[in-house]
């Protein structure tokens, strides 16, 4: 019996264990490991997450190239009909679609097609408001109009922003930048606000204020712009000042007497409003140590005096084709105040002149150099 129990036993276990085994292998092939198992690795790779984000990303570039081949057709078809403002929407569209990328082949050819309607905008000037003095603001306001001109009329671009860009310093270096919109019939007018330094500067009017617009037409920037001067004269015109301008002959040799140059700035400067300015001369200017021009000038004239303009003008004379004589002449001038004890300013200056003899046009380079060029500089630049 005891034998017969185990035996039976046995034969329970033994079934027991193959059905335990039979229902795990069943609940193996029911699950997603084993269903990984059965696959390949390519088709793995192919549903995997990251081959999922790679079709999504084939899926935008396609996106994208179809916008682009919507675009293109448009924007030709807006240039056609001269809609300057559709014709930027689009382009800035592409533009965007494209990143920026300058070598992009549809970026390009979206700027190829763009370019007659470019080559038919052109901004005028109007008018141009006179110069003011520095802590008074401009009469009039600056003024331009932009017209496109096609091939059967000519109409206003109305209603768009244009950019204006004026002088934010003394120097006119550094610009400020504003946006104007066009009127109904293509005007825009723009008042800059009250300058309180002097200045010789200039106003620009622009369609193209950006890279990405700029880099549109390369032939066409100059119809897309268009400048002003931007005049402010000094208010310290009552400062004491000396004129001491060594002026070199043909030969460069220095002339120790009747500078022209320094008393034609003179003149030029009273002219202009200047007063309490005078003329000296020193021989240590035709020394290459301008400290020495310094301490000379401030020991002969002490307190008395709070600036010295001093410099120097080179010249060389040729013969024209009519016999008639050219006289190029250069200067170095500097601005030494003695309050500050340092040099204010530094000028380098090239005019040229022309007449029937050597010594007209001598004269007349030296006479227009220091009376109209620097003079005027000075008169919007201290």
């Not at 008018?127 to 109009?145: D, E, I």
């Not at 016999?323 to 500050?340: G, H, L, M, V, Y």
Request: glycine share 4%; net charge neutral; with cysteine.
């Amino acid at each position: 019996m005891y034998r017969i129990g185990s035996a039976l036993c046995c034969c329970f276990f033994l079934l027991l264990s193959i059905s335990c085994a039979s229902g795990t292998a069943q609940g193996v092939t029911a699950s997603p490991v084993s269903k990984l198992s059965d696959v390949t690795e390519q088709e793995y790779s192919e549903h995997s997450p990251q081959a999922a984000g790679s079709s999504n990303k084939i899926t935008e570039i396609s996106s994208e190239e179809q916008t682009l081949a919507r675009l293109l057709p448009e924007l030709t078809r807006a240039v056609e009909n001269y809609d300057i403002h559709k014709v930027l929407a689009l382009f800035n569209a592409i533009y965007e679609s494209c990143n920026g990328q300058e070598d992009n082949a549809v970026l390009i050819d979206a700027r190829k097609r763009i370019e007659p309607l470019l080559e038919a905008i052109s901004i005028e000037a109007v008018n141009k408001p006179a110069p003011v003095n520095a802590g008074s603001p401009f009469t009039q306001p600056f003024t331009a109009r932009v017209v496109i001109t096609a091939p059967e009329k000519q109409f206003p671009l109305d209603n768009y922003p244009i950019t204006v860009l004026y002088p934010s310093t003394g120097t006119g270096s550094s610009l400020k930048r504003e946006l104007v919109r066009t009127d109904s019939d293509g005007f825009l007018y723009f008042t800059p606000p009250t300058p309180n330094r002097a200045c010789a500067g200039t106003l620009f009017f622009c369609l193209y204020p950006v890279k990405k617009d700029a880099a549109l037409t390369d032939d066409a920037t100059d119809n897309l712009s268009v400048s002003f001067p931007y005049k402010v004269a000094t208010t310290e015109k009552r400062i004491s000042s000396i004129i001491a301008i060594l002026d070199y002959d043909e030969n460069n040799t220095p002339i120790f007497s009747s500078n022209i140059t320094s008393t034609r700035l003179l003149m030029g400067l009273m002219k202009r409003g200047f007063t309490r300015i005078g003329l000296d001369e020193y021989r240590e200017l035709a020394h290459t140590d301008e400290n020495s021009v310094i301490r000379a000038a401030q020991a002969k004239i002490g307190a008395a005096v709070d600036r010295f303009i001093f410099g120097k003008t080179y010249i060389t004379v040729k013969t024209a084709e009519d016999n008639t004589f050219i006289c190029t002449i250069r200067a170095e001038i500097s601005i030494w105040d003695f309050k500050q004890a340092r040099k204010i300013n530094r000028f380098t200056f090239t005019h040229t002149a022309k007449a029937k003899t050597k010594a007209q046009a001598i004269s007349l380079a030296r006479t227009d150099l220091g009376e109209t060029v620097i003079a005027e500089t000075f008169n919007y630049s201290l």
